[in-house]
């Protein structure tokens, strides 16, 4: 071989990977059994970096004809995550990237600074505000800080009196009951959480059982596929079921890359989780997906995706995990980056959203469609999805800029549904309109938007 | 053929800049072969982050030497330009592009930033860096040769 037919052989599989014939069809790679293209490698990953601009005043999301979107509350400091009360306060978790993660190689650096770009430039507020609607309009008027200086906070669950927080690197316990607005005493930790220095995928996404015996939380992996090394993932890629009252914690289900959204499905009382799955293997690959959970399974991560779809980049190779993971229920997209998950078990919206899961979808970075960036409803009959998904919140994009980007949802106790965005510093409020046959009282027009 | 030396065009206190850089690339490059060899062995990931600073800091001082032959080239008059001086200087220009193509495929995640096509990235590399050096050393030394005569 000369050695420019050597350099070419070296060569050949990047030059190939652009031509790789025609991609599948979004909706091809959504639902229980999505298209699952050829993996590529990349000299170049394709890369699209959004710019924050935020809402300017009057300006909010897109809801469908029947609903209203406003905002609860505005000029927050980067909340990702909600939690409704029975009185009908909000809690919001401001929060943000503990950013210390270490650099290991000249790559770190690079992407640092590229994919912190599309960050709001508010410093999160690492902290749990109170909003409160004193009123009843729709719309926050009063706002205190509930706990403060939290170490990068994400999960939030309440239980009888008590409320626990997941920070990045423990879950805390407060003495709390719905209508207060301050909280006594420093807490006390639960259990910790695996954080450490590296800490890659560091939201703690936390719910409770029904029956509020048990608390979920979910623990994100520690790199994209390993290239830390497989000893900084120990304990991570995986949902814990935690006991409140000793701490004591085991590993629900694994090989789950980045697991968020956990909530209970209120009809088989199932754990649902929505999952971050790898990057850099396709534009179209791996589509994020959303499952119920079923405990003691593995879902791959990292030695393969979707069952036993191997990812050669995971050296040594397992073939008696790849064997054993199982296939999630639901793909959403490749790169949609799902970050939030709600179930609507209430009665405000029409018949067709009863049941069905709301999902926050943080929008894509590594890709050049943009994917994501909105609310998108699954349909459920009888606990399990049963349609394909439909865009519900939308334009938070315009064109490469987002005003926003959607995280937590969740519904409050009117039945609307609320949206932590991280990026537009907003908490929306989605309600449906008064239906025509029951015209009682509320009698707002069709598709309003309004915003202090 | 007459293969003359070539006069140095930057020097600090007699010694040419050009000189001083250039083991920096050439040890970087084999470095990097050789934790990439090390990695396809083991599988231990700190081996291609070696792989991945080597190259990149080989590549910056690659650079700067590269820079400082150009002056070393072209501050000699044309026709003082000797053959081999062209050819060293496209060859480490290949050298130059071959890495940092090589630091883009080393930027991936896991093995595959390194087996197979990092690592034939970097033994080619390294197998140019012998001809490419060795033309150099004869440009240098027959140069220091000259002038003690």
């Given at each position: 071989m000369t050695r420019s037919s050597l350099w070419l052989a070296a060569i050949a599989p990047v030059a190939l990977a652009d031509c790789h014939g025609t991609?599948?069809?979004?909706?091809?790679?959504?639902?229980?059994?999505?298209?699952?293209?050829?993996?590529?490698q990349y000299l170049f990953p394709p890369m699209k970096i959004t710019t924050p601009i935020g809402w300017k005043n009057g300006e909010t999301p897109t809801v469908p004809s029947g609903f209203t979107i406003t905002a609860f509350a505005a000029d927050l400091n980067g909340p990702r995550n909600i939690l409704p009360l029975s009185n009908g306060d909000v809690l919001a978790v401001e929060a943000g990237d503990p950013n210390a993660e270490p650099v290991t190689r000249p790559k770190d650096i690079i992407y640092g600074l590229v994919i912190g770009k599309a960050h709001s430039p508010v410093k999160p507020g690492n902290r749990v505000v109170l909003l409160r609607d004193v009123d009843g309009d729709g719309q926050s008027d009063q706002r205190t800080i509930l706990i403060d200086k939290l170490n990068s906070p994400f999960g939030i669950a309440l239980v009888g009196n008590a409320l626990y927080v997941a920070e990045t690197d423990k879950i805390m316990r407060y003495a709390f009951t719905p209508g207060q607005t301050s909280i006594a005493g420093p807490g006390t930790v639960v259990?910790?959480?695996?954080?450490?220095?590296?800490?890659?995928?560091?939201?703690?996404?936390?719910?409770?059982?029904?029956?509020?015996?048990?608390?979920?939380?979910g623990i994100g992996s520690n790199s994209n596929i390993a290239e830390r090394g497989i000893d900084a993932e120990l304990d991570r890629?995986?949902?814990?079921?935690?006991?409140?009252?000793?701490?004591?914690?085991?590993?629900?289900?694994?090989?789950?890359?980045?697991?968020?959204?956990?909530?209970?499905?209120?009809?088989?009382?199932?754990?649902?989780?929505?999952?971050?799955?790898?990057?850099?293997?396709?534009?179209?690959?791996?589509?994020?997906?959303?499952?119920?959970?079923?405990?003691?399974?593995?879902?791959?991560?990292?030695?393969?995706y979707y069952g036993n779809h191997v990812d050669i980049r995971v050296m040594p190779r397992q073939a008696n995990m790849v064997a054993k993971a199982i296939p999630p229920d639901f793909?959403?997209?490749?790169?949609?980056?799902?970050?939030?998950?709600?179930?609507?078990?209430?009665?405000?919206?029409?018949?067709?959203?009863?049941?069905?899961?709301?999902?926050?979808?943080h929008g894509?970075?590594?890709?050049?469609?943009?994917?994501?960036?909105?609310?998108?409803?699954?349909?459920?009959?009888?606990?399990?999805?049963?349609?394909?998904?439909?865009?519900?919140?939308?334009?938070?994009?315009?064109?490469?800029?987002?005003?926003?980007?959607?995280?937590?949802?969740?519904?409050?106790?009117?039945?609307?549904?609320?949206?932590?965005?991280d990026v537009g510093n907003v908490v929306w409020r989605v309600t449906a309109n008064a239906q025509p046959s029951s015209a009682a009282g509320a009698a707002s027009p069709a598709s309003t938007s309004t915003r202090p | 053929m007459a293969t003359a030396g070539l006069k140095p065009g930057a020097a600090i206190l007699g010694v040419p800049v050009h000189a001083m850089l250039v083991p920096f690339?050439?040890?970087?490059?084999?470095?990097?072969?050789?934790?990439?060899?090390?990695?396809?062995?083991?599988a231990i990931i700190q081996y291609s982050n070696f792989s991945s600073w080597l190259l990149a800091f080989g590549l910056f001082m690659g650079a700067l030497a590269a820079?400082?032959?150009?002056i070393d080239l072209f501050r000699n008059r044309a026709a003082d330009r000797p053959t081999i001086a062209w050819v060293h200087m496209i060859g480490n220009f290949a050298?130059?592009?071959?890495?940092?193509?090589?630091?883009?495929?080393?930027?991936?995640?896991?093995?595959?930033?390194?087996?197979?096509?990092?690592?034939?990235?970097?033994?080619?590399?390294?197998?140019?860096?012998?001809?490419?050096?060795?033309?150099?050393?004869?440009?240098s030394y027959r140069h220091v040769a000259r002038n003690a005569r």
């Open positions: 991609p599948p069809a979004p909706d091809q790679q959504q639902g229980a059994n999505p298209a699952l293209p050829n993996a590529e259990t910790l959480l695996p954080a450490g220095e590296i800490n890659h995928h560091w939201t703690k996404s936390l719910t409770a059982s029904p029956d509020g015996s048990k608390l979920y939380v890629a995986q949902i814990w079921e935690v006991d409140p009252a000793t701490g004591a914690h085991r590993p629900y289900a694994t090989g789950l890359r980045n697991p968020n959204g956990l909530t209970f499905e209120p009809i088989t009382r199932k754990l649902w989780t929505v999952v971050n799955e790898r990057d850099e293997i396709g534009q179209n690959l791996v589509p994020d997906y959303m499952t119920s959970v079923t405990p003691g399974a593995f879902y791959g991560w990292p030695w393969s793909a959403l997209g490749p790169h949609v980056a799902a970050l939030g998950l709600a179930f609507n078990s209430g009665s405000a919206f029409p018949a067709h959203y009863a049941g069905g899961a709301f999902i926050g979808e894509s970075w590594n890709r050049d469609v943009l994917n994501g960036y909105q609310i998108a409803f699954v349909p459920f009959a009888g606990g399990k999805p049963a349609g394909k998904i439909e865009p519900f919140v939308t334009g938070f994009l315009i064109k490469e800029n987002t005003r926003g980007r959607p995280v937590g949802v969740a519904f409050d106790r009117a039945g609307a549904l609320l949206i932590a965005d | 690339p050439i040890v970087c490059f084999t470095g990097a072969m050789i934790t990439d060899i090390i990695y396809a062995n083991t820079l400082f032959g150009l050298v130059l592009v071959l890495a940092l193509v090589n630091s883009f495929v080393h930027a991936r995640d896991g093995w595959t930033s390194v087996v197979p096509t990092g690592l034939t990235l970097s033994v080619i590399t390294v197998l140019l860096l012998v001809v490419t050096g060795f033309l150099g050393h004869s440009l």
